[in-house]
């Protein structure tokens, strides 16, 4: 099952650009003044608002006839599982950021104004800020939403197959092509990829108890 | 110790101070008070640059602000505050939430910045809950943290902005009792307090707001015996009647 | 690299033939996905275990495969259900509109569920009991008092899974589809034009899908205010 391989190590390595992308535009749209609450913005309504399969294309069909000729020709070279693989990265990676970016500007959004105010008086930079005392409540906060985020990113690395990846349904799509076993080569792939939501639920589980803080039984004090 | 000067500030067309003007000395205890809408909370607040002025000027010890000065980092260090919703940082633990501005603004080594925390909660009668979450402590415990997280960086003025009022009536007085015992050790405090008891018993001076004004400053005593506004005497026959 | 407009105009009849697909693909995709996504919903929260079982496994499973998938499913099998049902035991040539229309409302339909449900948990249990107490029955109570107000909440998010829905249209390229994307693959090979006609699908999208979002954000902010 290479396809499987493909498909995991397309998933996470996406995963990763999306989750530091993400952080750092959500981060710039909460800013109080400047150009990056505005960029943030743009960022997130033009990834938001075309298709993943036409960004796909951006990348893999558009992009190396804009840039020079010389870089463009590179590309186009590239041997074959990573001329798909990383223009394929590259894209859910920033496609999967602009929606990690709106769930983080929601998150530190849901935050009491007093957290800022407090960290400030507190003689706190706006790094330090963000990152000890926001980030790690908004994160806590989101933590759903991300899990949903995280088992949606295994599903749409299928849309690599348009431009020549063979993951998880393209691997279904050849054996089917090759031995007329419809049933059973998409079968097991739909088991497999059941398998994977099932995994990827149960991680983001576990990370959310264990970051789970204590609570005072019955409630405790209410600010 | 602190010097306002004819500070004003509008949201939009809504003037919160106008010309407010104030002398604070060191290790004075001044408790701020007023109506609800009056500007008090406001008012504190400029002064460890909080909420920026549109006009005048304030000054803390050396440190000059105005409405030009944006970078108030070294100001904020030798202020401490303490929230009216307490606002501990609930994903840190006690211990955390006194070390970490300790660590990381003032460069503290770990071991020096715990025992200063250590020693501070102890004054302030927490010792047993170190280890805890603030989502673990009553009103009144989180709030003797928040003080403690305040004091850790040896600030020269502590800010408390109604201190006691997000508090079940229970525990103010554990809350009242700390910063009494800080006002007796010589602290310059500056509170916004509905506590007319505290007042009378810890403060030096009242200023009475109204109106986003300053109307009344006076000794604690003359205040509550003999209030010289109108606006003051309403105030405190509407306030004294609970 | 230069961008040829001429090349953009000549192809604008043969590309709003595919819009036009794309957004009939759209509309039956919402109106049978809610249609089919409300039974499943109202199925979810039956006193039956065997049907809320079924009903909870068929939307677990649809949420769980890709799209794309799903569209190889219907595409591969259905001539073959169809042979087998007919007993001529040979499979049957099936558009592909069929298989498209099929598949986005067995697949949405598991989207919506989910709104759907979130919106009846959302009523106050109250109003269970009130159509209960005047004698309702389950029908009239559903069709008349529960699912309106179900939909009215969660009104917001349903259109923007719309949105995601119009956007999931372009994935029926897979099976070599004429909708706006498939329409501009097939002008971009036979030309020679890549980059052209996928800046203009790319601008069509994203301009249909701003302006969408934008109403939803109004939408939302208007019930948010009617609702004080």
Redesign the interface.
């Known amino acids: 099952m290479n396809g499987l391989g493909w498909t995991l190590s397309l998933a996470l390595g996406a995963w990763t650009i999306a989750l530091i992308v993400g952080t750092l535009v959500g981060v710039a749209r909460t800013l109080p003044r400047g150009i990056l609450p505005r960029l943030g913005r743009v960022y997130v309504?033009?990834f938001?608002?075309?298709?993943?399969?036409?960004?796909m294309?951006?990348w893999y069909?558009?992009l190396p006839?804009?840039l020079p000729v010389r870089v463009g020709m590179a590309i186009k070279q590239m041997d074959p599982p990573w001329g798909s693989f990383v223009p394929a990265l590259i894209c859910l990676g920033l496609f999967t950021a602009a929606r990690i970016a709106e769930q983080v500007r929601a998150g530190i959004q849901a935050l009491?104004s007093?957290?800022m105010?407090?960290?400030?008086?507190?003689?706190?930079?706006q790094g330090?800020m963000y990152r000890?005392?926001l980030l790690?409540?908004a994160f806590?906060i989101i933590l759903p939403t991300l899990t949903n985020e995280f088992?949606t990113i295994f599903?749409?690395?299928?849309?690599a197959?348009?431009i020549g990846l063979v993951e998880l349904?393209a691997t279904?799509?050849e054996i089917?092509e090759n031995t007329f076993r419809?049933?059973e080569a998409?079968g097991v792939?739909?088991i497999v990829?059941?398998v994977?939501?099932?995994l990827a639920w149960q991680i983001m589980h576990r990370i959310e108890r264990a970051a789970q803080?204590?609570?005072?039984a019955g409630g405790?004090?209410?600010? | 110790m602190i010097e306002i000067n004819s500070v004003s500030k509008s949201y939009g067309s809504f003037q919160v101070l106008k010309n407010c003007s104030a002398s604070i000395a060191r290790g004075e205890v001044v408790v701020i008070c007023g109506p609800s809408g009056s500007g008090k909370s406001t008012l504190i607040k400029t002064v460890n640059g909080l909420e920026t002025i549109d006009s005048g000027e304030i000054n803390v010890g050396g440190f000059r602000l105005a409405p030009e000065v944006t970078n108030v980092a070294a100001l904020r260090r030798s202020v401490g505050m303490v929230f009216q919703s307490f606002e501990l940082f609930p994903h840190l633990t006690v211990l955390s939430n006194v070390t970490i501005a300790q660590t990381k603004v003032l460069k503290r080594s770990k071991a020096a910045a715990e025992e200063k925390a250590r020693s501070l909660l102890a004054r302030v009668g927490l010792s047993a809950h170190i280890a805890k979450h603030p989502a673990q402590l009553s009103g009144g415990q989180q709030q003797r943290v928040a003080i403690a997280r305040a004091l850790a960086l040896d600030p020269e003025v502590m800010l408390f902005d109604e201190p006691t009022s997000a508090l079940d009536p229970e525990m103010v007085n554990e809350v009242l009792d700390v910063m009494t015992g800080l006002a007796r050790q010589g602290m310059t405090m500056v509170c916004v307090t509905h506590e007319m008891g505290f007042a009378r018993s810890v403060a030096n001076r009242v200023l009475f707001m109204d109106g986003g004004e300053i109307v009344e400053t006076a000794a604690a005593a003359a205040f509550f015996d003999a209030p010289r506004s109108e606006r003051a005497k309403a105030f405190l026959a509407k306030i004294l009647k609970h | 690299m230069m961008v040829d407009l001429s090349a953009i105009a000549s192809a604008t009849p043969y590309l709003l033939s595919g819009l036009w697909f794309t957004v009939q693909i759209t509309v039956v995709g919402v109106t049978g996905g809610i249609v089919f996504g409300s039974l499943l919903a109202v199925a979810r929260l039956s006193r039956n275990r065997l049907v809320s079982t079924l009903a909870t496994a068929y939307v677990n499973l649809m949420r769980s495969i890709p799209l794309i998938l799903v569209i190889f499913w219907v595409f591969f099998l259905v001539p073959w259900a169809i042979g087998w049902m007919t007993r001529s035991g040979r499979p049957v040539a099936v558009g592909a509109s069929l298989t498209i229309f099929v598949t986005f409302v067995l697949f949405e339909a598991a989207y919506y569920a989910e709104i759907v449900r979130a919106g009846f948990r959302s009523i106050s249990p109250g109003q269970y009991s009130a159509c209960e107490a005047l004698g309702l029955s389950k029908f009239h109570a559903y069709i008349y008092i529960l699912f309106p107000q179900a939909i009215r909440n969660v009104l917001p998010i349903l259109l923007t899974q719309t949105i995601v829905l119009f956007q999931d249209t372009s994935l029926v390229y897979v099976i070599s589809a004429t909708d706006l994307l498939g329409a501009a693959t097939k002008i971009a090979q036979r030309d020679g034009r890549l980059v052209e006609m996928y800046l203009t699908v790319g601008v069509i999208y994203f301009v249909v899908c701003y302006a969408a979002s934008q109403f939803v954000k109004q939408l939302q902010g208007r019930l948010a205010y009617g609702a004080r």
């Open positions: 309504e033009t938001r608002n075309i298709p993943l399969l036409v960004q294309f951006f069909f558009v006839e804009l009491p007093g957290q105010q407090a960290a400030s008086a507190l003689g706190f930079g330090n000890l005392i790690p409540q806590r088992m599903k749409n690395t299928s849309v197959l348009t349904t279904a799509r089917n419809t049933f998409f792939v739909t990829y059941l994977i939501a099932l803080l204590p609570a005072l405790g004090a209410r600010p």
